[in-house]
């Protein structure tokens, strides 16, 4: 899943070079940190943070594949 975020995420920024992608697992939790540029933020936020909630629905669709439950945190 971590690379299918990756995937996302780039080709929605300015510079894919600075995408930080970090994960951790607590029991059945998936917690995933982005971290991307300062100019970026906006894009990966969106309009009323639309795109911040589809990024937070498709990772959940995927994790409830697994049967575990995931969580995005956008890190400036």
Do not use: C, W, Y
């Not at 540029?37 to 990024?55: C, M, N, V, Y």
């Amino acid at each position: 899943m971590k690379e299918f975020l990756e995937f996302i995420v780039k080709h929605l920024v300015d510079r894919p070079e600075s995408i930080v992608v970090e994960f951790e697992e607590k029991e059945n939790n998936q917690i995933f940190k982005l971290k991307v540029a300062e100019g970026d933020i906006g894009k990966i936020i969106g309009r009323h943070g639309q795109t911040a909630t589809s990024l937070r629905v498709l990772l959940k669709a995927v994790a409830a594949k697994e049967g575990k439950r995931a969580v995005l945190d956008i890190i400036g």
